[in-house]
């Protein structure tokens, strides 16, 4: 335990040496979640992440619409686009109490720092019963020129701006209406890039951006533009299959997409799917979300080590409360969609590692490998 002397020491230094965050609009029961959230960070030695208006609009449109829970993570990243942002995977949490000064005390207590929380967003709603609180923090890894939210069909549409931190080498892919995915060429200067496509049909495309790292590929953003009429207002309602929430009813969502779009269904393959389990488990061990780990390497690696003869392969990876929402945001990422509707694929693995997440939620890390058999 700290003591007071040294516990006020730390909060110095801290404050000393963390970022200087906009001064905001002081609201009595929002400033308490405030403090509670800036405790909960001063507690484990982190500076508390900045508060980010987007994430913030996101958070109280979320928090102020008829749901008492969380959104599941598409609706997530459907709302933070709402909001004007392009943050791929937020942290999530929603907490209520009796009134504000009980809901920091459980903020302190049930928030999970984590070293690359950058920005975070509050949303705070008050009840006949008490108060509501939504939390999102994220780490920004990309800065992405505005982008229109709607264009008419054959406009062209830009895609500018840089990768942050020791990410390089971005790529950037588009998926359409009709579910296809290609990339498209990006112009390239040092961590800056830029992309251009001309929409030829009406629908809802997705605009997505992948950096290159240390532990291999990441999105770093994913937004939605509509063309024509379409409109991106209202996100069709999910429902999950009734059944087993395990290995063979993702791979049969899989497969239901596959079939869709014309590739031939994957068979599953013993042998792929103890590699993949074994790399949910090293990850939820390493507390790391990578395609690159310092253990194993990467998928290549991995498979030449169980001796899978393979011509090609892929790996999409994926975390969210249940295998079949991993799933569904899998499949709303153009690039691992493109992975995941490849036709020269013919076998798949699957991974699963469950874990209990802050405030009692479950966590499930999902890896999907994708291989052609062969020398």
């Known amino acids: 335990m700290i003591g007071a002397a040294a516990g006020w020491l730390l909060g110095v230094l801290l404050a000393a040496d963390c970022r200087r965050c906009p001064t905001l609009p002081s609201d009595p029961d929002l400033d308490q979640a405030r403090a509670g959230l800036s405790e909960a960070y001063s507690q484990v030695a982190l500076c508390a992440p900045c508060e980010d208006s987007i994430l913030s609009k996101a958070a109280q449109a979320i928090v102020a619409g008829p749901r008492e829970s969380l959104p599941d993570p598409v609706a997530l990243q459907h709302a933070i686009q709402e909001a004007g942002g392009g943050d791929p995977s937020p942290r999530a949490m929603l907490l209520s109490a009796r009134d504000p000064k009980a809901l920091a005390r459980d903020l302190d207590q049930q928030w999970r720092p984590q070293a690359t929380d950058e920005i975070v967003g509050l949303g705070l709603a008050r009840t006949m019963g008490g108060v509501r609180l939504v939390v999102l923090a994220a780490e920004r890894k990309v800065s992405v020129d505005p982008l229109p ?26 998926e359409g209406p009709n579910g296809m995915v290609a990339q498209i060429k990006a112009a390239l200067s040092g961590s800056r890039f830029s992309a251009r496509f001309e929409p030829n049909e009406t629908g809802s495309y997705a605009v997505e951006v992948l950096g290159q790292g240390p532990r291999g590929p990441e999105v770093v953003f994913l937004k939605s533009i ?14 999950e299959p009734a059944g087993p929430d395990d ?3 993702v791979l049969d969502q899989i497969n239901r997409e596959r079939l869709r779009y014309g590739a031939p269904a994957l068979s599953p393959d013993p042998r792929l799917a103890r590699v993949a389990q074994a790399y949910a ?16 390497g990467d998928l290549k690696a991995r498979l030449r080590r ?20 991993a799933q569904a945001l899998a499949a709303n990422s153009p690039a691992h969609r493109r992975a995941m509707l490849d036709p020269e694929y013919t076998r798949c693995g699957i991974g699963l590692s ?22």
Do not use: C, K, M, W
Not at 229 to 236: I, K, M, Q, Y
Not at 284 to 296: K, Y
């Open 149 to 174: 939210a709607r264009i008419p069909v054959g406009a062209e549409v830009r895609i500018s701006g840089a990768l942050l931190g020791v990410l390089h080498s971005p790529s950037v892919y588009i």
């Open 226 to 239: 509509a063309v024509g009429r379409a409109s991106t207002d209202d996100l069709p309602p999910r429902e």
């Open 247 to 249: 290995d063979a009813a």
């Open 281 to 296: 488990r090293e990850l939820r061990e390493l507390g790391i979300f990578a395609h690159v780990s310092p253990l194993s």
């Open 306 to 325: 169980v001796g899978y003869p393979f011509r090609s392969a892929a790996e999409n990876l994926a975390q969210g409360p249940t295998a079949l929402q």
């Open 354 to 375: 469950r874990a209990i997440a802050g405030g009692g939620s479950t966590d499930v890390l999902l890896v999907e490998v994708f291989a052609l058999e062969g020398p």
